[in-house]
T-cell receptor, first 116, second 110 residues
């Protein structure tokens, strides 16, 4: 079974702090994603990466950056945390099958971040 | 851009059949996923449709009409454990990314 592990289940940070959310997958997947999930807004894509050192902006990248130095690890960085970044953050991974189609996304258990 | 529409809530009775609809307008459409998410948990994969038609997987089936921008998830023989949010997610192959609808909260009652 694919395992996607997020380093923290719950995190509380202060406004202005730099926050790192870590995600590791153990199935050699090419693609990795960071989403945030908020009530009434659903899952929104922040950033994704389809290879080491590659990154692409999702739908809501403002206030975030990412790092992918190794294939198995994808980090989400909040440069200066703000209260509107309080949310559930979900990491996911997938591989590219033949014909350019992606496999289903496999999600981690999520990190609930509270910024005070 | 992407526009995904699915009902916010549905209620059904244990043992019954329920159909959750999803309409979408996306660019570069390349298939559609359905996910299940229980409260406080991560989404889990249910089904994937690329071609028009019905895909059946046990109690769950999913249908796709690419020309109409329409999909549905059919759940048969409902069980209490099926109470969850069901997420429709069109896949845009060009960007290797999924865009999720806001989900349909299904409540299964006795």
């Amino acid at each position: 079974d694919v395992k996607v592990t997020q380093s923290s289940r719950y995190l509380v940070k202060r406004t202005g702090e730099k926050v790192f959310l870590e995600c590791v997958q153990d199935m050699d997947h090419e693609n990795m994603f960071w989403y945030r999930q908020d009530p009434g807004l659903g899952l929104r894509l922040i950033y994704f990466s389809y290879d080491v050192k590659m990154k692409e902006k999702g739908d809501i990248p403002e206030g975030y950056s990412v790092s992918r130095e190794k294939k198995e690890r994808f980090s989400l960085i909040l440069e200066s945390a703000s209260t509107n970044q309080t949310s559930m953050y979900l990491c996911a991974s997938s591989f590219i099958t033949g014909g350019g189609y992606n496999s289903p996304l496999h999600f981690g258990n999520g990190t609930r971040l509270t910024v005070t | 851009g992407q526009n995904i529409d699915q009902p916010t809530e549905m209620t059904a009775t244990e043992g019954a059949i329920v159909q959750i609809n999803c309409t979408y307008q996306t660019s570069g459409f390349n298939g559609l996923f359905w996910y299940q998410q229980h409260a406080g948990e991560a989404p889990t994969f249910l089904s994937y449709n690329v071609l028009d038609g019905l895909e059946e997987k046990g109690r769950f089936s999913s249908f796709l009409s690419r020309s109409k921008g329409y999909s549905y998830l059919l759940l048969k023989e409902l069980q209490m454990k099926d109470s969850a949010s069901y997420l429709c997610a069109p896949f845009t192959g060009g960007g290797n990314k999924l865009t999720f609808g806001t989900g349909t909260q299904l409540k299964v009652e006795l």
